[in-house]
């Protein structure tokens, strides 16, 4: 089969297009046809050797939707339509950027009856299911909040804007450019506020009360920022590392953390494990929204499986602006 292989970090030209074997599924996991697959930050800090030295071939990619070719237990059959993500993919197993792939049975959902397009479904998975498993046990049965997305211009963070607007929640969007402004009123925010590294004021006078849940993207570099914003009992759940190392120099409990106020890390690696098993996972419900029309669509792109490289060079070069796809 086709795959991507990198064999050394650098630029997005040390991703070679190479043919290596298919890989098998073993009792615990299946074979997937890949028919398109979402690009993601975290796999061009992979090829860079930002997460982790390259000491043996690499197949990035850490999601795809396609066909299942074979499960040893019968769980899916032949021909089911699937989305996979994470459970080790460009770490411990070959990633998506390659024609098959071979996952843990666990980090497989079922699409079956899912009428969207190939491309529309490849939009879905990383960026949905990070957010549902951040926010999902804070917002997912409390309508009626108000959730602040610093960071929304991102594809996940305007998949957080998306999913908090569909869980009947008042969003509150961060952009650093009035540019975007509109693009984030358009997906469902209810007001944007343009982020200089320091808005909690700004926030305080959009919502006076305090913020219930902020989903932070940039990282570190905002966070404390970002907590000042909080109403007692608020929670920030940081997933991002858009503004640098995910490193407090200092954090002073009682000064830094207000009043009665939480902050939480979420890594999508837990996905697909007993702590967050993705047979819970809403997906083809938001396949099903986004094919009704009931929540907009985030695909920005779709390139060739020849065009992978150009669509890190976008991605690096902070042009993506939304979901960026690859359709073989």
């Given at each position: 089969m086709r795959a991507y292989v990198i064999e050394q970090a650098g630029g997005p030209e040390v991703m070679t297009l190479q043919n290596i074997p298919s890989a098998a599924p073993q009792a615990d996991e299946v074979r997937i046809k890949v028919r398109a697959f979402g690009l993601n930050r975290a796999e061009t800090y992979r090829r860079a050797g930002k997460m982790g030295p390259i000491t043996a071939p690499v197949v990035p990619g850490i999601e795809a939707v396609g066909e299942i070719l074979n499960d040893p237990s019968g769980t899916f059959r032949p021909g089911q339509r699937v989305a996979t993500a994470m459970g080790g993919l460009q770490f411990t197993r070959n990633g998506s950027y390659a024609e098959e792939v071979t996952?843990?049975?666990?980090?497989?959902?079922?699409?079956?009856?899912?009428?969207?397009?190939?491309?529309?479904?490849?939009?879905?998975?990383?960026?949905?299911?990070?957010?549902?498993?951040?926010?999902?046990?804070l917002i997912d049965t409390t309508p009626g909040q108000t959730v602040l997305v610093r960071g929304a211009t991102s594809s996940v963070g305007q998949a957080a804007v998306v999913?908090?607007?569909?869980?009947?929640?008042?969003?509150?969007?961060?952009?650093?450019?009035?540019?975007?402004?509109?693009?984030?009123?358009?997906?469902?925010?209810?007001?944007?506020?343009?982020?200089?590294?320091?808005?909690?004021?700004?926030?305080?006078?959009?919502?006076?009360?305090?913020?219930?849940?902020?989903?932070?993207?940039?990282?570190?570099?905002t966070v404390l920022d970002s907590l000042r914003s909080l109403k007692p009992f608020g929670t920030v759940v940081v997933i991002g590392l858009l503004g640098?190392?995910?490193?407090?120099?200092?954090?002073?409990?009682?000064?830094?953390?207000?009043?009665?106020?939480?902050?939480?890390?979420?890594?999508?690696?837990?996905l697909g494990t007993p702590a967050l098993p993705l047979t819970d996972a809403p997906l083809k419900w938001i396949a099903e929204q986004v094919a009704s029309k009931a929540m907009p669509s985030l695909l920005v792109k779709t390139l060739t499986f020849d065009e992978l490289p150009e669509a890190h060079r976008l991605i690096e070069n902070n042009q993506a602006q939304g979901k960026l796809v690859v359709r073989l």
């Open positions: 996952v843990l049975r666990s980090n497989v959902i079922n699409l079956e009856g899912v009428t969207l397009s190939w491309e529309e479904l490849a939009a879905l998975p990383e960026s949905y299911l990070t957010v549902w498993g951040a926010l999902g046990r999913y908090a607007k569909a869980r009947g929640q008042r969003v509150i969007a961060t952009t650093r450019s009035t540019e975007n402004r509109a693009r984030l009123l358009q997906i469902g925010a209810d007001a944007v506020v343009i982020d200089s590294g320091e808005i909690a004021k700004q926030v305080r006078a959009v919502s006076p009360e305090g913020i219930d849940v902020v989903l932070e993207v940039v990282g570190a570099a640098g190392a995910p490193v407090l120099e200092n954090l002073h409990l009682m000064n830094d953390l207000p009043n009665a106020t939480r902050l939480a890390f979420f890594g999508s690696g837990l």
